[in-house]
T-cell receptor, first 116, second 111 residues
Framework: GALVYQYPRRTICKSGTSMRMECQAV??????VAWYRQSPQKTFELIAL?????????EQNFTQEKFPISHPNLSFSSMTVLNAYLEDRGLYLC????????????FGHGTKLSVL | DAKTTQPDSMESTEGETVHLPCSHA???????IYWYRQVPLQGPEYVTH???QNTTNSMAFLAIASDRKSSTLILPHVSLRDAAVYHC????????????FGKGTSLTVIP
């Protein structure tokens, strides 16, 4: 079956430091990967959509300078939260879309980021 | 802008059939209705989706109104494992359109 792994599951970083998180698709080819942040209040925000061999499209209020994303192949993507502060806390979710299928996203368990 | 409206929370007893409503009065002709659910500390899980016809799978039955302005996700014989936040999302297809999640309906299942 199609699975998505994210690591680390939880991480803590000091205010002003950076944190890299990874997303691995297993059992399918992830043509595109959507990165989301779910706040402690459970609100979802779409950060960006990354499609292999295409430019990464960031949503309003999110920038490449703050959340650089790498998507080098059909099974792996990573995102870094640069200069993390309290407002960056939350559960970062990776949703991968199966190649040749636009229908659904497969999500990982997320990376929970805490900032001290 | 939230294109769907769902109740914040619902409660059911184990073994009952649950009807989760979703209103989407401004739905476009090429927008599909998707349902995802999320349990704490996990990512959303796909439940079902449909365009116009009712659909059924091992997880749920999706009833879509004839005018498509509302839909209902029906969960037969709910168990404690069905307790989750259920999200109703509209998405244009085909194409690489994004999924935009709202707050969803938090379903509590009582033993």
């Amino acid at each position: 079956g199609a699975l998505v792994y994210q690591y680390p599951r939880r991480t803590i970083c000091k205010s002003g430091t950076s944190m890299r998180m990874e997303c691995q698709a297993v059992g399918f080819q992830a043509t595109s990967v959507a990165w989301y942040r779910q706040s402690p209040q459970k609100t979802f925000e779409l950060i960006a959509l990354s499609t292999v061999n295409s430019a990464i499209k960031y949503e309003q209020n999110f920038t490449q300078e703050k959340f650089p994303i790498s998507h080098p192949n059909l099974s792996f993507s990573s995102m870094t939260v640069l200069n993390a502060y309290l407002e960056d806390r939350g559960l970062y979710l990776c949703g991968a879309r199966q190649r040749f299928s636009n229908e659904r996203l497969f999500f990982g368990h997320g990376t929970k980021l805490s900032v001290l | 802008d939230a294109k769907t409206t769902q109740p914040d929370s619902m409660e059911s007893t184990e073994g009952e059939t649950v009807h989760l409503p979703c209103s989407h009065a401004t739905i476009s002709g090429n927008e599909y209705i998707y349902w995802y659910r999320q349990v704490p500390l996990q990512g959303p899980e796909y439940v079902t989706h449909g365009l116009q016809q009712n659909t059924t799978n091992s997880m749920a039955f999706l009833a879509i109104a004839s005018d498509r302005k509302s839909s209902t996700l029906i969960l037969p014989h709910v168990s404690l494992r069905d307790a989750a936040v259920y999200h109703c999302i509209l998405r244009v297809e085909p194409g690489y359109q994004n999924f935009y999640f709202g707050k969803g309906t938090s379903l509590t299942v009582i033993p």
